[in-house]
């Protein structure tokens, strides 16, 4: 179903190359692609007794506190090159949350920013959570974890949001995947 | 709630000024800054006979046709730089999808790829839809749209990923914002 576009012709020409990605001219096309790494692995976790796990960071493109699902980038330190995805979105979970999950599904994947990124991201539910460390991310993070019931995740967001916080959009295409109502 | 990060502290570095983004790397961040735009639209439509429309685009930078929801750029033309985010949205769907909406309500707004790009998105839901136009968006764009019953949509959408489709997650986050259930 992929066809040729007028643009699709024109070569790639790198604008800057830093550490994490690179910026691309195409044709009429802007995009930036990830370096140093391969994927990112999205999850929604959710408790036994009924509540997704969010996680809450500083985010300095939007100068905000944003609410997110917890995400990883995979493939991106050397240590863990190897690692596929489901393992990466364990870590990641474990890392940020202090949870570890008995069931991961992949719920799908796809892309966050089509036009601007070519990054593809997975998103997997995470079940039957233990608790077995603190989270709050690695050295270089500093996350708040979140436990919201799932009957009132659109009202807490919504709260959030006009207490001047930023939803990461795909808090919501999480909820929706794993089945949650709005 | 927002609160000084360390990285905060250091100014940003322009590596790449081109048409659409700007590159910065700012501490530790990467990420890209619109120019010649303020804004994005997303639009959620529902048919009064319970269908949802979706469009169908290449785009470069993932190299395949995209499934999305209805979205354009606010205050990238001359001629629309005073117009405000509903107008856009409103515009945006008729160009796009043929359609006129009486009634277009502010779901919610948040960010895309809150760790990569500075833009805020503002999403729609579209009601009342009267077909008055043909679709397939501006001279540049060579969009197909689709209508798809809501009940089929989750699986319509993996039908489509899997035939080598990429699905733009902007979808996901737009259903569930809609009160439409997986």
Do not use: C
Not at 96 to 107: P, V
Not at 161 to 168: K, Y
């Amino acid at each position: 179903m992929t066809t040729q576009s007028h643009n699709e012709a024109e070569e790639p020409v790198v604008l800057a190359e830093a550490k994490y990605f690179t910026f691309v001219r195409q044709g009429n096309w802007e995009y930036i692609q990830p370096r140093n790494f391969t994927g990112v692995v999205l999850i929604v976790p959710i408790t036994d007794d009924g509540k997704v796990v969010l996680i809450e960071q500083y985010r300095v493109p939007v100068k905000a506190r944003v609410i997110e699902i917890p995400a990883g980038l995979i493939g991106d330190k050397a240590d863990f090159a190897d690692e596929d995805h489901l393992l990466g979105a364990k870590r990641e979970l474990h890392e940020e949350t202090g949870y570890e999950a008995d069931r991961m599904e992949l719920l799908s994947s796809g892309a966050p920013s089509a036009g601007s990124n070519s990054v593809m991201l997975s998103i997997f539910k995470a079940t039957g959570l233990r608790k077995t460390g603190d989270g709050g991310g690695d050295h270089t993070e500093d996350i708040t974890v979140h436990e919201v019931p799932l009957p009132l995740v659109r009202a807490w967001l919504e709260k959030r949001r006009a207490e001047g916080n930023v939803i990461d959009l795909k808090v919501y295409a999480g909820l929706y995947l794993a089945g949650i109502t709005a």
